[in-house]
T-cell receptor, first 111, second 115 residues
Framework: RKEVEQDPGPFNVPEGATVAFNCTYS??????FFWYRQDCRKEPKLLMS???SGNEDGRFTAQLNRASQYISLLIRDSKLSDSATYLC????????????FGGGTRVLVKP | GAVVSQHPSWVICKSGTSVKIECRSL??????MFWYRQFPKQSLMLMAT?????????EQGVEKDKFLINHASLTLSTLTVTSAHPEDSSFYIC???????????FGDGTRLSIL
């Protein structure tokens, strides 16, 4: 079983619609969670950290469910520029802050 | 925000060549730097963790004699791919953290193509 698993997609989303997807992690001792965005042939860029109480940043909402060991990302009012691969990232603080990446979920927003 | 610079951004060279990639933290002191590799349509895979002034810690399956890492200062780490072969062609990305450890800031990556 992979340490961090994501639905690879692609999620084809009409412009203006809402899309949500999850990521599951296997290590129950994981402490920190992030969503990164990666455009084709580019480096990952931090989208948002994920806090236990859930957090929102503009059109993006992240949730953490420790009991079920998953995190989610919801994008409201999708823009064409939201098309990217979204990487779920878990920080194994006990392992020297090693980041474990999910395989990414590809989102395609279409007009 | 924190900036990590990686150089070169693109390398094409012949098989057997050694290639050095630099990763610099421009506006903070990077106590730890990480080197990743990403093959097409795959996720980032951590190759090694580098702490300033000490030997790098390599992930299982990564040959330390082939991928030489030097982290001689708090702003610079280098990855040298020695005697590169076509199977080493990949996207190499570094990241860095300061003493507060989060989050990691990524360099813009180096696309290595070995002919």
């Amino acid at each position: 079983r992979k340490e961090v698993e994501q639905d690879p997609g692609p999620f084809n989303v009409p412009e203006g619609a809402t899309v949500a997807f999850n990521c599951t992690y296997s290590n129950s001792a994981s402490q920190s969670f992030f969503w990164y965005r990666q455009d084709c042939r580019k480096e990952p860029k931090l989208l948002m950290s994920v806090y236990s109480s859930g957090n929102e940043d503009g059109r993006f909402t992240a949730q953490l469910n420790r009991a079920s060991q998953y995190i989610s990302l919801l994008i409201r009012d999708s823009k064409l520029s939201d098309s990217a691969t979204y990487l779920c990232v878990v920080n194994e603080q006990a392992a020297g802050n090693k980041l474990t990446f999910g395989g990414g979920t590809r989102v395609l927003v279409k007009p | 925000g924190a900036v990590v610079s990686q150089h070169p951004s693109w390398v094409i060279c012949k098989s057997g060549t050694s290639v050095k990639i630099e990763c610099r933290s421009l506006d903070f002191q990077a106590t730890t730097m990480f080197w990743y590799r990403q093959f097409p349509k795959q996720s980032l895979m951590l190759m090694a963790t580098s702490n300033e002034g000490s030997k790098a810690t390599y992930e299982q399956g990564v040959e330390k004699d082939k991928f030489l890492i030097n982290h001689a200062s708090l702003t610079l780490s280098t990855l040298t791919v020695t005697s590169a072969h076509p199977e080493d062609s990949s996207f190499y990305i570094c990241s860095a953290v300061d003493i507060n450890n989060q989050p990691q800031h990524f360099g813009d990556g180096t696309r290595l193509s070995i002919l």
